[in-house]
């Protein structure tokens, strides 16, 4: 079965499982539906938290996505979900993202018959996530790396180490973040070029596209998913 964006829970759905933003040991009060209140120890001002269900009206279906229509998530979350981490930039994938549907429940194991794409991403904290994408379009991320405090060739190699670990006799294909065209350093190595060098030795890498819509097509879109897939089968044959 072929699973897609249009399988995900509908942003309704989604939103009645937004955590409430309230402070931790403190005694908070429920004084109805949508109305809590608590006192704040250093300045003992009392706070009143007032959410859109205490209007009865305000709770429906109906009312959500009448008041809703035109509106983006973040917006929505910071002005009637009080959800003040919206405030925090632009969420790129927040209305195509459910923790609910896109994370699993359970370990995930892989499949060493499949290539095991590698995504990069360089800078002061490296990362590289592992991920295999199965037949319909299924782009399952298994392991993520992060490195703290680290320099890039340094990253490079606990990489290696974690891909042997993690994936051993596995086929790998690099997926570089656009600036892995840059320099590292005043050497004139490119951070791509560090990847085709000790210990990864990397045959297969892909850059990603600078422009942002084009970027961000990549990852919701299911034709680009398909093209991936039949380069990562391909390989694997």
């Known amino acids: 079965m072929k699973i897609s964006s249009l399988d995900m829970p509908s942003v309704v759905e989604a939103l009645g499982k937004v955590k409430e933003e309230l402070p931790e040991a403190l005694a908070i ?15 003992r001002f009392c706070v009143i938290r007032l959410h859109r269900t205490a209007d ?3 709770r429906t279906k109906e009312w959500v996505d009448k008041t809703r229509a ?9 002005e ?6 919206a405030l925090n930039g632009r969420p790129v994938y927040q209305d195509q993202w459910s923790s609910e549907f896109h994370v699993s429940k359970s370990s995930l194991g892989w499949n060493p018959q499949l290539v095991v794409g590698r995504g990069w991403d360089f800078g002061l904290y490296p990362a590289c996530i592992f991920a295999q994408l199965f037949p319909h379009s299924r782009l399952i991320v298994l392991r993520e790396a992060v490195g703290e405090d ?12 974690l891909s042997n ?4 006799g596995a086929k790998f294909r690099e997926f570089v973040d656009p600036t892995g065209k840059n320099r590292v350093g005043t050497d004139g190595r490119t951070y791509t070029k560090l990847l085709t060098s000790k210990p990864l030795r990397a045959k297969q890498i892909h850059l990603g596209a600078n422009a942002p819509a084009q970027r961000r097509t990549a990852v919701i879109d299911d034709t680009e998913l398909d093209a991936m897939q039949k380069s990562l089968l391909l390989h694997s044959a």
């Open 165 to 168: 670990e993690w994936f051993p």
């Open 29 to 43: 009060e429920e004084v109805m539906t949508g109305l809590k209140t608590w006192h704040n120890p250093i300045n």
């Open 56 to 58: 009865p009206k305000k």
């Open 70 to 78: 035109g509106m983006d998530t973040a917006n929505w979350l910071r």
């Open 150 to 161: 680290i320099d890039t060739e340094r990253f490079i190699y606990e990489v290696d180490r």
């Open 80 to 85: 009637y979900e009080l959800v003040w981490e």
